[in-house]
Nanobody
Framework: QVQLVESGGGLVQAGGSLRLSCAASGRTFSSYAMGWFRQAPGKEREFVARIAWNGGNTYYADSVKGRFTISRDNAKNTVYLQMNSLKPEDTAVYYC???????????????WGQGTQVTVSS
């Protein structure tokens, strides 16, 4: 069993930055691919970024490529999402996810965090 707890969300002006953290419980964190998804009001949850168990094989949604960076620290059981050049359309609840599959399709996610709100004002 893995529990995921996100933090770092908040209100920021357009063009600003935030760093989200996701702390995982359990000793098997390093065996999971990790990812971030987001869900805006009235929209479906969408993929944002993913990272393989060893920190490699990162992949991003086109909408965040070049602005967001996913990373992980297996010694701290934590995955991060550095978000720069934020836009109002990035406003959403951001969810941390763990999967045994590096492709990180929503149906492949085993564990979800509770989410953290990110609001970008124009």
């Amino acid at each position: 069993q893995v529990q995921l707890v996100e933090s770092g969300g908040g209100l920021v002006q357009a063009g600003g930055s935030l760093r989200l953290s996701c702390a995982a419980s359990g000793r098997t964190f390093s065996s999971y691919a990790m990812g971030w998804f987001r869900q805006a009001p009235g929209k479906e949850r969408e993929f944002v970024a993913r990272i393989a168990w060893n920190g490699g094989n990162t992949y991003y949604a086109d909408s965040v490529k070049g602005r967001f960076t996913i990373s992980r620290d297996n010694a701290k059981n934590t995955v991060y999402l550095q978000m720069n050049s934020l836009k109002p359309e990035d406003t959403a609840v951001y969810y941390c996810a763990a999967s045994t599959s590096v492709t990180m399709r929503p149906a492949e996610v085993i564990y979800w965090g509770q989410g953290t709100q990110v609001t970008v004002s124009s």
